[in-house]
Protein backbone atom coordinates (compact mmCIF):
# COMPACT_ATOMS: atom_id res chain seq x y z
CA UNK A 1 0.00 0.00 0.00
CA UNK A 2 2.96 2.12 0.54
CA UNK A 3 3.98 2.29 -2.98
CA UNK A 4 -0.09 2.58 -4.17
CA UNK A 5 -2.66 1.38 -4.86
CA UNK A 6 -1.56 -1.15 -7.35
CA UNK A 7 -4.47 -0.24 -10.01
CA UNK A 8 -7.38 -0.78 -7.47
CA UNK A 9 -9.74 1.84 -7.30
CA UNK A 10 -11.28 -0.15 -4.88
CA UNK A 11 -8.37 -0.05 -2.52
CA UNK A 12 -7.71 3.42 -3.41
CA UNK A 13 -10.42 4.40 -1.51
CA UNK A 14 -10.32 2.16 1.30
CA UNK A 15 -7.48 4.29 2.59
CA UNK A 16 -8.58 7.42 1.39
CA UNK A 17 -11.66 6.99 3.27
CA UNK A 18 -10.25 5.02 6.47
CA UNK A 19 -8.28 8.17 6.54
CA UNK A 20 -10.56 10.79 5.80
CA UNK A 21 -10.16 12.59 8.94
CA UNK A 22 -6.47 13.05 8.15
CA UNK A 23 -7.72 14.83 4.92
CA UNK A 24 -10.09 16.73 7.10
CA UNK A 25 -8.12 18.35 9.25
CA UNK A 26 -5.08 19.23 6.41
CA UNK A 27 -7.73 20.81 4.21
CA UNK A 28 -8.84 22.89 7.64
CA UNK A 29 -5.33 23.83 8.24
CA UNK A 30 -5.13 25.27 4.76
CA UNK A 31 -8.29 26.57 5.26
CA UNK A 32 -6.69 28.65 8.20
CA UNK A 33 -3.76 29.26 6.48
CA UNK A 34 -5.59 31.25 3.57
CA UNK A 35 -7.37 33.54 6.07
CA UNK A 36 -4.80 34.36 8.32
CA UNK A 37 -4.14 38.10 8.98
CA UNK A 38 -0.40 38.29 7.33
CA UNK A 39 -2.52 36.81 3.77
CA UNK A 40 -3.38 40.11 2.26
CA UNK A 41 0.28 41.60 2.82
CA UNK A 42 2.06 38.27 1.17
CA UNK A 43 -0.06 38.57 -1.78
CA UNK A 44 -0.05 41.79 -2.31
CA UNK A 45 4.06 41.80 -1.87
CA UNK A 46 4.43 38.54 -4.65
CA UNK A 47 2.12 40.19 -6.65
CA UNK A 48 4.47 43.18 -7.07
CA UNK A 49 7.39 40.90 -7.91
CA UNK A 50 5.59 39.38 -10.41
CA UNK A 51 5.06 42.71 -11.82
CA UNK A 52 1.18 43.14 -11.01
CA UNK A 53 -0.76 45.43 -9.35
CA UNK A 54 -1.66 44.09 -5.72
CA UNK A 55 -5.42 44.76 -4.82
CA UNK A 56 -6.96 45.60 -2.11
CA UNK A 57 -9.23 43.11 -1.47
CA UNK A 58 -8.17 39.51 -2.13
CA UNK A 59 -10.51 37.39 -4.19
CA UNK A 60 -11.44 34.21 -3.34
CA UNK A 61 -9.34 31.29 -3.88
CA UNK A 62 -10.21 28.82 -6.78
CA UNK A 63 -9.53 25.26 -5.94
CA UNK A 64 -7.64 23.25 -8.43
CA UNK A 65 -7.30 19.13 -7.93
CA UNK A 66 -4.92 17.14 -10.30
CA UNK A 67 -5.29 13.62 -10.56
CA UNK A 68 -5.28 10.59 -12.58
CA UNK A 69 -8.72 8.41 -13.68
CA UNK A 70 -6.68 5.56 -14.68
CA UNK A 71 -4.88 4.66 -11.54
CA UNK A 72 -5.99 3.16 -7.98
CA UNK A 73 -4.85 6.08 -5.81
CA UNK A 74 -5.82 8.99 -7.56
CA UNK A 75 -8.84 7.59 -9.27
CA UNK A 76 -9.84 6.22 -6.29
CA UNK A 77 -9.08 9.61 -4.16
CA UNK A 78 -10.18 12.46 -6.14
CA UNK A 79 -14.02 12.38 -5.88
CA UNK A 80 -14.33 11.97 -2.42
CA UNK A 81 -11.59 14.20 -1.57
CA UNK A 82 -13.19 17.22 -3.49
CA UNK A 83 -16.22 16.61 -1.50
CA UNK A 84 -14.10 16.50 1.57
CA UNK A 85 -12.96 20.24 -0.07
CA UNK A 86 -16.39 21.31 -0.64
CA UNK A 87 -17.74 20.50 3.12
CA UNK A 88 -15.53 23.63 3.88
CA UNK A 89 -18.64 25.44 3.42
CA UNK A 90 -17.21 28.00 1.79
CA UNK A 91 -18.84 29.38 -1.54
CA UNK A 92 -15.84 29.04 -3.83
CA UNK A 93 -15.08 24.92 -1.70
CA UNK A 94 -17.99 23.94 -3.86
CA UNK A 95 -16.64 25.26 -7.18
CA UNK A 96 -13.35 22.42 -7.65
CA UNK A 97 -11.79 22.36 -10.96
CA UNK A 98 -10.25 19.01 -11.29
CA UNK A 99 -7.35 18.50 -14.56
CA UNK A 100 -7.76 14.54 -14.66
CA UNK A 101 -5.24 12.64 -17.06
CA UNK A 102 -6.63 10.48 -18.81
CA UNK A 103 -5.70 6.61 -19.80
CA UNK A 104 -3.97 7.49 -22.71
CA UNK A 105 -1.53 9.24 -20.97
CA UNK A 106 -0.15 5.92 -20.00
CA UNK A 107 0.15 3.88 -23.42
CA UNK A 108 3.95 3.96 -23.67
CA UNK A 109 3.76 1.51 -20.56
CA UNK A 110 4.01 -2.24 -21.97
CA UNK A 111 0.23 -3.42 -22.10
CA UNK A 112 0.68 -6.24 -19.39
CA UNK A 113 1.50 -3.52 -16.71
CA UNK A 114 -1.45 -1.34 -17.11
CA UNK A 115 -4.20 -3.99 -17.65
CA UNK A 116 -5.95 -2.03 -15.19
CA UNK A 117 -5.51 1.42 -16.53
CA UNK A 118 -8.61 1.54 -18.88
CA UNK A 119 -11.06 -0.27 -16.53
CA UNK A 120 -10.30 2.48 -13.57
CA UNK A 121 -10.60 5.08 -16.12
CA UNK A 122 -14.41 4.18 -17.33
CA UNK A 123 -15.21 3.60 -13.86
CA UNK A 124 -13.77 6.43 -12.48
CA UNK A 125 -15.33 8.87 -14.97
CA UNK A 126 -18.90 7.22 -14.81
CA UNK A 127 -18.90 8.04 -11.19
CA UNK A 128 -17.62 11.79 -12.24
CA UNK A 129 -20.62 12.22 -14.50
CA UNK A 130 -22.88 11.15 -11.88
CA UNK A 131 -21.40 13.23 -9.62
CA UNK A 132 -22.05 16.11 -12.09
CA UNK A 133 -25.10 15.37 -13.18
CA UNK A 134 -26.07 15.09 -9.30
CA UNK A 135 -29.00 16.90 -7.87
CA UNK A 136 -30.29 15.29 -5.21
CA UNK A 137 -27.13 15.50 -3.00
CA UNK A 138 -24.90 12.25 -1.44
CA UNK A 139 -26.93 9.09 -0.76
CA UNK A 140 -27.57 8.10 2.93
CA UNK A 141 -24.75 5.83 2.78
CA UNK A 142 -21.93 8.15 1.25
CA UNK A 143 -23.32 10.77 4.09
CA UNK A 144 -22.75 8.64 6.70
CA UNK A 145 -19.37 7.49 6.06
CA UNK A 146 -17.80 10.48 5.85
CA UNK A 147 -19.52 11.94 8.35
CA UNK A 148 -18.26 8.91 10.35
CA UNK A 149 -14.59 10.89 9.88
CA UNK A 150 -16.29 14.61 10.53
CA UNK A 151 -16.78 15.27 6.92
CA UNK A 152 -20.59 16.90 6.47
CA UNK A 153 -21.38 17.17 3.08
CA UNK A 154 -24.97 18.25 3.93
CA UNK A 155 -26.97 19.16 0.99
CA UNK A 156 -24.39 19.39 -1.94
CA UNK A 157 -26.05 19.12 -5.52
CA UNK A 158 -22.63 17.73 -6.96
CA UNK A 159 -19.88 15.37 -6.42
CA UNK A 160 -16.19 15.52 -6.93
CA UNK A 161 -14.94 18.32 -8.59
CA UNK A 162 -17.35 20.93 -9.61
CA UNK A 163 -15.70 21.35 -13.12
CA UNK A 164 -13.92 18.07 -14.49
CA UNK A 165 -11.39 18.61 -17.34
CA UNK A 166 -9.54 15.42 -18.91
CA UNK A 167 -6.41 16.31 -19.99
CA UNK A 168 -5.14 13.64 -22.30
CA UNK A 169 -1.66 13.01 -24.32
CA UNK A 170 -2.43 14.67 -27.83
CA UNK A 171 -4.38 16.47 -29.65
CA UNK A 172 -4.84 17.29 -33.64
CA UNK A 173 -1.50 19.85 -33.15
CA UNK A 174 0.25 18.14 -30.09
CA UNK A 175 1.27 14.58 -29.69
CA UNK A 176 3.35 13.95 -26.11
CA UNK A 177 5.24 10.72 -25.77
CA UNK A 178 5.43 9.88 -21.63
CA UNK A 179 3.69 10.83 -18.43
CA UNK A 180 7.09 12.50 -18.15
CA UNK A 181 6.56 14.64 -21.13
CA UNK A 182 2.44 16.23 -19.95
CA UNK A 183 3.57 16.76 -16.60
CA UNK A 184 5.77 19.76 -16.92
CA UNK A 185 3.79 21.58 -19.46
CA UNK A 186 1.03 21.34 -17.49
CA UNK A 187 2.68 22.85 -14.22
CA UNK A 188 3.41 25.71 -16.47
CA UNK A 189 -0.54 26.12 -17.48
CA UNK A 190 -1.53 25.91 -14.30
CA UNK A 191 1.43 28.31 -12.85
CA UNK A 192 0.44 30.90 -15.97
CA UNK A 193 -3.22 30.49 -15.14
CA UNK A 194 -2.97 31.46 -11.42
CA UNK A 195 -0.67 34.39 -11.97
CA UNK A 196 -2.39 35.93 -15.28
CA UNK A 197 -5.08 38.71 -14.69
CA UNK A 198 -7.26 36.91 -17.48
CA UNK A 199 -6.66 33.62 -15.29
CA UNK A 200 -8.37 32.09 -12.30
CA UNK A 201 -6.83 34.14 -8.89
CA UNK A 202 -4.64 36.33 -11.48
CA UNK A 203 -4.50 40.18 -11.39
CA UNK A 204 -2.37 39.74 -7.57
CA UNK A 205 -5.60 39.72 -5.00
CA UNK A 206 -6.07 36.04 -4.58
CA UNK A 207 -4.24 32.87 -4.88
Known amino acids: VSKGAGQYRAIGRMITVARMDRVRSGLEARQRALS ?11 TRLLGGTPRAI ?4 VVVVVSSIAGGSGAGAVIDVCDA ?8 AGESIGFLYAPDVFDYIPQEQRRGVRPNALACLSELLS ?5 EGPSE ?9 GVQIGAAN ?25 YPPMGRA ?18
Do not use: C
Open 131 to 135: GYWNS
Open 190 to 207: LAAGGTSPAGPGGGGGSA
Open 85 to 92: IRSLGEPW
Open 36 to 46: GAEVMGELQAA
Open 58 to 61: AEDP
Open 158 to 182: RLGPRYPFLVGTRNEPVAFGTQDHI
Open 141 to 149: QTAALLAKH
